[in-house]
């Protein structure tokens, strides 16, 4: 009786937390960048210790600098504080991934999905069905921001299927963003949702739309005037050019032009939808673990085919639209991206509009989870063991 008194979601984060723990093997990742940035802002300036070529940084006026979103970095400070460089970064991509599971389940029982069956699979699904796991048991840079903003987006629809405070949505949405900034294409759905209500099934009075929309719009403008400062210490301009000035650099980018670019549009389409696994072999013979990941990626399709619960959403009608042109219009970035996330298991990209995907799926399955997608979430969260396994056991068997 007593388990039943605390809420599925505490459960689901906390189970969460102690699996993705243990599979990491209390590891510190070597590609703690957020450590060391936050290291260089506790002493005063905004470049970093460089510790050589293995660590993502541009160059740029004789010093290194990161050039991931910075909001990771302030949720490292406390750490850093007191480890220095030795602060342990996975340890926080953790947290975070717990955070988004719990975020996840609270999310789909607001959007109408009573059954704790159908909420332990979304649940599972979220956490172990997508790049979650991986990801966090990891814990490098690119992933600790995917985590963060995934976490401050589930965050913002939360508070829009609840109290529906405009600061705390537009909070929500600006750390997340400072951590992926393609979440930027998902402010004009919280700005709708704020005025219209439809995620918490309720339509506000005009006064009360004014001062949530107003209390968002205080918020951006806020964070935008913060953020415009942070470039102009970063790189002398109001702008943010960093993955300009590293595209620039890379030797898979280009020494001039834009990294995001429609020629790179077929080769995204390809890694999200048809890269597959590659079979291991020798001499035509397979040979142990007979099936791989291809370590650039494995497609959508492969590794978390649950998605396709998503197109199960029907009503709202309105809210329905706006999480697939929602969905759409944070996915452009990635498609337009020179690089599809490089060395990965899955599509790790995915991780930014997912949110928007789970509540759809939250949206289909309210009434019932249909077998085939127990099945198909099942089979997505064994992959996504299999791929936590594969790359402890071959690719990253340290940190």
């Not at 988004?100 to 109408?112: C, D, K, Q, S, Y």
């Not at 990965?344 to 799926?361: I, N, T, V």
Request: hydrophobic letters at 55%.
């Amino acid at each position: 009786m007593a388990l039943r008194r605390i809420p599925g979601a505490a459960v689901a984060a906390a189970v969460a937390f102690l699996v993705i723990l243990v599979s990491s093997h209390l590891r510190s990742t070597h590609q703690n960048n957020y450590v060391r940035v936050a290291y260089a802002w506790l002493h005063g300036r905004m470049w970093i210790d460089w510790p050589g070529r293995w660590m993502d940084a541009v160059q740029y006026q004789g010093h290194y600098y990161g050039v991931d979103g910075p909001v990771p970095a302030l949720f490292m400070l406390p750490f850093v504080a007191i480890w220095g460089n030795a602060a342990n970064q996975t340890l926080v991509a953790i947290a975070f991934a717990a955070a988004a599971t719990g975020l996840a389940w609270v999310l789909a029982e607001r959007l109408g999905v009573k059954d704790r069956t159908t909420l332990f699979f979304l649940a599972l699904f979220l956490a172990a069905g997508t790049d979650v796991w991986w990801c966090a048991q990891l814990g490098d840079v690119w992933f600790l921001a995917h985590l963060v903003a995934m976490a401050f987006v589930f965050g913002a629809m939360v508070e829009l299927s609840g109290k529906s405070r405009g600061w705390i949505v537009a909070l929500c949405a600006v750390l997340a963003a400072g951590a992926r900034f393609v979440e930027v294409a998902a402010f004009p759905f919280f700005a709708w949702a704020l005025w219209t209500g439809a995620l918490g099934g309720m339509t506000p009075t005009r006064e009360t739309r004014i001062a949530h929309v107003r209390g968002f719009a205080i918020v951006l403008v806020a964070a935008a005037a913060v953020f415009v400062g942070y470039d102009e210490l970063m790189w002398g301009t109001v702008l943010d050019i960093g993955h300009t000035v590293y595209y620039h650099q890379d030797s898979w980018g280009s020494p001039e032009g834009s990294p995001f670019q429609l020629g790179y549009v077929p080769y995204q389409i390809y890694s999200f939808f048809f890269r597959a696994p590659v079979l291991v072999e020798w001499l035509q013979k397979a040979q142990w673990p007979y099936v791989k990941p291809d370590t650039n990626g494995i497609a959508l399709t492969f590794t978390s085919p649950a998605l396709v619960l998503a197109f199960l959403a029907k009503e709202p009608r309105r809210l329905v639209v706006a999480l697939w042109i929602t969905t759409a219009l944070v996915a452009a970035p990635e498609f337009l991206y020179y690089l599809n996330g490089w060395v990965q298991f899955g599509m790790r990209h995915a991780l930014d509009f997912l949110p928007f995907l789970f509540a759809l799926m939250a949206l289909g399955v309210r009434e019932k989870l249909p077998r085939w997608g127990i099945a198909l979430i099942v089979w997505s969260a064994l992959v996504g063991a299999w791929g936590v396994w594969y790359w402890n056991t071959f690719v990253r068997t340290g940190t």
